[in-house]
């Protein structure tokens, strides 16, 4: 069984279209056809119900897609590694980080990994938890930099940090002065917060609802960035690490009484991947430059 027969399934069941799979693979649509039936006859069975409209996988079709895409995804890995340089003279990683953590600890992490190994290429994308973890199953991205609030058992989670959320306000504000506030004066302000995507704002509703708080939510954006912009150019405030504030001109963190909003910043990484020579030295700074930005 040729591997150019799996491929051709592969994209078939992907398209579920014949014509579109034959465009897509840049071949004939009769010669496309030929080689799915060589593969069912190889199998014993049939992988696509053809009868309608519209091409449907079989059962047999759905189950054999599960096992074909975790060999692709193997197969892929594997090549990755024939690459893998141990001596880190080549190599390349992707990683993808949550947005409040780009300011503070992507900064120096990337910096810091550049100057020690400047020729892996490193490639960073900055998106949701939930899409992170999606990624990292399905072996689109080698680790990520999330909260300890890992939603799915097939993900290992490396603790990095603590963080603490404050109220963040411009110099302007009329509680900039102040060092801490008491928690129910969040439901006197007016927010922007990110939206409710980010794993930052669902960390936010649920200490909210936990203290009986009932913030007023003005704005809402989907870019870290936006939301300090905002800060910085209104009256409005927002709960943001107060590192970020920190490391921001004009912002002031505040902090929150007597109960800090507190969470875990973890490197995150499929559990069976196969963890390449980048990787494993990525890992390892991550945890020392960390441990320097604790301290």
Do not use: W
């Not at 078939?12 to 009769?30: G, R």
């Not at 959320?165 to 917060?193: C, D, F, I, M, P």
């Not at 499929?270 to 963890?275: N, P, V």
Request: hydrophobic share 45%.
């Amino acid at each position: 069984m040729l591997a150019r027969h799996i491929r051709y399934f592969q994209a078939v069941a992907e398209h579920l279209s014949f014509t579109k799979a034959a465009a897509a693979l840049h071949v004939s649509q009769p010669a496309l056809s030929q080689l799915v039936k060589q593969l069912e006859d190889e199998l014993g069975t049939r992988l696509f119900d053809r009868s309608g409209r519209t091409t449907r996988l079989t059962d047999t079709g759905h189950a054999y897609l599960q096992y074909v895409r975790r060999a692709s995804q193997a197969l892929r890995e594997a090549k990755r590694a024939i690459h893998d340089v141990s001596d880190l003279s080549r190599g390349s990683l992707r990683l993808a980080v949550t947005p409040t953590f780009t300011t503070y600890l992507v900064g120096p992490l990337v910096e810091a990994f550049h100057l020690r190994y400047p020729e892996i290429i490193l490639n960073v994308r900055e998106i949701s938890q939930e899409s992170m973890e999606a990624l990292l199953l399905e072996g689109e991205l080698d680790m990520g930099i999330a909260f300890s609030d890992v939603h799915c058992p097939d993900i290992d989670a490396i603790p990095l940090l603590d963080e603490t959320l404050a109220l963040v306000v411009n110099s302007r504000h009329r509680l900039a002065k102040k060092s801490s506030v008491g928690l129910q004066a969040l439901s006197t302000e007016s927010l922007v917060l990110l939206s409710k995507e980010f794993a930052t704002r669902e960390k936010i509703d649920r200490f909210c609802r936990k203290h009986s708080i009932h913030p007023r939510v003005q704005m809402e954006a989907n870019a870290l960035g936006a939301v300090t912009e905002i800060v910085r150019r209104t009256s409005l405030s927002t709960l943001l690490p107060a590192r970020t504030a920190l490391a921001q001109d004009n912002l002031v963190a505040i902090a929150l009484d007597p109960e800090r909003l507190t969470r875990t910043a973890v490197l995150m990484r499929r559990k069976d991947a196969y963890q390449s020579f980048a990787a494993c030295a990525f890992t390892e700074l991550a945890v020392e430059v960390s441990a320097q930005l604790n301290g």
